[in-house]
């Protein structure tokens, strides 16, 4: 069976092992970085405007270090060193000092002639510390962030190139580590930054960390300790894994300008690119409105724990999922799963309440699943890893700065009331435009869809085998494929057993898409 097979081979289980120790590390300090710049005294403005930088440079970066591994044939030694670049940069944001409290700086006791100078001076120095963390976070956020969600891309694309060389598995079962990982760590980060707390963040710093902000004592170090042991273990395994290289791709732009010019694919992106921008003015936004609340780093790791641990379920059955409904409507069920998330965000008035609301983030495993295999789909075994980079890009990048851009001014402007539920209503409005797109320009395009023949007897005499049952028994040997088989939608890389039309058993099949290179 395929769900043995995964845990047998042992590339699948160095990936899986990669995938645990990956989002390990990103649990320990990814999600607390809002809170974290908001800690050393930035406005939730100036925040909204880091993250879409960061964001935004990924947009480059993503499909740039995707090219140049599909372009070079060593995608290996690329995502190592992706994932070391980014390692430093990351943890580099624990020497950044906060900005100093102007309350502070004015107390000390002046002489009543002096007092106008002084103040005018402590102005100037605050203003200038401000902007001096400010303009850290950016730089650095502004490169790292692409460089390091890249390597997720990059290890999504090996899976796939692993699976069929190997000829077996499925993608959602090696992901589900991941989960795994993020949500274990997510809790278990956030217990260790309120056990040890820190009176100051930056060290060497004699002022401390920002006076004014009621969460001073939170030790926001030893995420960044964690995270850098984590990314080291990664390191090490991704050195272990073996090479999952292609044949270096010729006629690399004509290829890329060709899978980029499909409609149907570029429909998809368009969902994603949407999902992306709820996604990342939730992950942003969201913490800001419980810290107001007055959540502590334990209820947020808690609620990130649960949120990642609902995924792990959906990944292990988004290849069933994804047969049963098909990659498009997968995907597209996401605005609702979204839309009902935002609005019920809008209601919490007690934090914990968001950990329970949480567990519908499940869903978005089997979106990933279906996205991802749905560019897999469409680009050829040389562009896997740009395909991989667009759709994380489009999401992560794109997506994820939209929201941040569009949510931040809300967010301050008219606060979390509003900010939910006008994100609730623009989800179900990307649904019937998606639902329109589709129905109109990218229904016939569709990879993942059985053509049929309009002739019904023509259709069967041409196509006498069908997919039956995804089971699959030990003991069956696969038979020989034949000719003109018809593929169930969501067939790629699951395979099935094999009946004739009288419904009788003949073999099993594994079936892989067919790559078109002219």
């Given at each position: 069976?395929?769900?043995?097979?995964?845990?047998?081979?042992?590339?699948?289980?160095?990936?899986?092992?990669?995938?645990?120790?990956?989002?390990?590390?990103m649990a320990c300090i990814h999600p607390y970085i809002a809170v974290y710049m908001r800690h050393q005294g930035l406005l939730p403005s100036q925040?909204?405007?880091?993250?879409?930088?960061?964001?935004?440079?990924?947009?480059?970066?993503?499909?740039?270090?995707?090219?140049?591994?599909?372009?070079?044939?060593?995608?290996?030694?690329?995502?190592?060193?992706?994932?070391?670049?980014?390692?430093?940069?990351?943890?580099?944001?624990?020497?950044?000092?906060?900005?100093?409290?102007?309350?502070?700086?004015?107390?000390?006791?002046?002489?009543?002639?002096?007092?106008?100078?002084?103040?005018?001076?402590?102005?100037?120095?605050?203003?200038?510390?401000?902007?001096?963390?400010?303009?850290?976070?950016?730089?650095?956020?502004?490169?790292?962030?692409?460089?390091?969600?890249?390597?997720?891309?990059?290890?999504?694309?090996?899976?796939?190139?692993?699976?069929?060389?190997?000829?077996?598995?499925?993608?959602?079962?090696?992901?589900?580590?991941?989960?795994?990982?993020?949500?274990?760590?997510?809790?278990?980060?956030?217990?260790?930054?309120?056990?040890?707390?820190?009176?100051?963040?930056?060290?060497?710093?004699?002022?401390?960390?920002?006076?004014?902000?009621?969460?001073?004592?939170?030790?926001?170090?030893?995420?960044?300790?964690?995270?850098?042991?984590?990314?080291?273990?990664?390191?090490?395994?991704?050195?272990?894994?073996?090479?999952?290289?292609?044949?270096?791709?010729?006629?690399?732009?004509?290829?890329?300008g060709r899978l980029l010019s499909q409609v149907h694919l570029l429909i998809v992106l368009f969902v994603v690119l949407v999902l992306g921008a709820c996604d990342g003015a939730s992950d942003t936004y969201l913490f800001l409105h419980l810290k107001n609340l007055g959540a502590s780093q334990t209820v947020l790791g808690t609620y990130l724990m649960v949120k990642n641990a609902a995924e792990?379920?959906?990944?292990?059955?988004?290849?069933?999922?994804?047969?049963?409904?098909?990659?498009?409507?997968?995907i597209g069920s996401s605005f609702l799963i979204f839309s009902l998330r935002f609005l019920l965000y809008s209601f919490v008035s007690n934090p914990w309440w968001v950990v329970v609301e949480s567990t519908l983030n499940g869903y978005h495993a089997v979106t990933w699943a279906a996205a991802t295999s749905y560019a897999s789909i469409s680009a050829l075994d040389d562009l896997q890893a740009f395909a991989q980079g667009v759709v994380a890009t489009t999401f992560y990048g794109l997506g994820h700065s939209l929201g941040n851009v569009v949510g931040g001014p809300i967010f301050q402007g008219y606060g979390a009331l509003v900010f939910f539920r006008s994100f609730a209503v623009s989800c179900l409005i990307g649904f019937l435009l998606f639902y329109v797109l589709y129905m109109y320009f990218g229904r016939k395009q569709n990879p993942t869809v059985e053509r049929h023949s309009d002739n019904v007897e023509e259709s069967e005499a041409k196509s006498p085998l069908v997919l039956a049952s995804e089971a699959e028994s030990e003991s069956q040997k696969?038979?020989?494929?034949?000719?003109?088989?018809?593929?169930?939608?969501?067939?790629?890389?699951?395979?099935?057993?094999?009946?004739?039309?009288?419904?009788?058993?003949?073999?099993?099949?594994?079936?892989?898409?067919?790559?078109?290179r002219n």
């Open positions: 069976m395929s769900s043995c097979a995964d845990f047998v081979d042992g590339d699948l289980l160095v990936i899986k092992t990669i995938f645990f120790f990956f989002f390990s590390g925040i909204g405007v880091i993250k879409s930088a960061g964001n935004f440079m990924s947009v480059i970066i993503k499909p740039l270090l995707g090219s140049i591994a599909d372009k070079t044939g060593r995608p290996k030694m690329v995502a190592i060193l992706t994932v070391v670049t980014a390692s430093i940069l990351y943890f580099s944001m624990v020497f950044i000092p906060p900005v100093p409290s102007s309350t502070a700086l004015t107390q000390a006791t002046r002489q009543q002639r002096h007092l106008a100078e002084s103040e005018k001076s402590g102005t100037d120095y605050t203003q200038s510390r401000s902007s001096l963390t400010f303009w850290l976070f950016f730089w650095i956020i502004f490169f790292s962030h692409g460089v390091h969600w890249s390597a997720v891309s990059q290890l999504e694309a090996a899976t796939y190139q692993i699976m069929k060389k190997n000829g077996g598995g499925e993608f959602g079962r090696q992901r589900a580590l991941g989960s795994v990982g993020f949500a274990l760590f997510a809790v278990l980060s956030g217990v260790a930054m309120d056990t040890f707390p820190s009176e100051s963040q930056y060290p060497g710093n004699g002022t401390g960390a920002a006076t004014d902000n009621p969460d001073n004592k939170n030790g926001y170090s030893v995420g960044f300790y964690m995270f850098l042991t984590f990314m080291v273990l990664t390191v090490t395994f991704l050195l272990l894994l073996k090479d999952w290289s292609t044949e270096s791709c010729t006629g690399f732009l004509k290829s890329m792990i379920p959906f990944y292990i059955v988004a290849c069933w999922v994804i047969r049963k409904l098909g990659h498009v409507a997968t696969p038979e020989p494929f034949l000719r003109g088989a018809s593929l169930k939608p969501g067939a790629f890389l699951c395979g099935g057993n094999v009946t004739n039309g009288a419904g009788e058993h003949i073999g099993v099949l594994r079936i892989v898409k067919p790559q078109d």
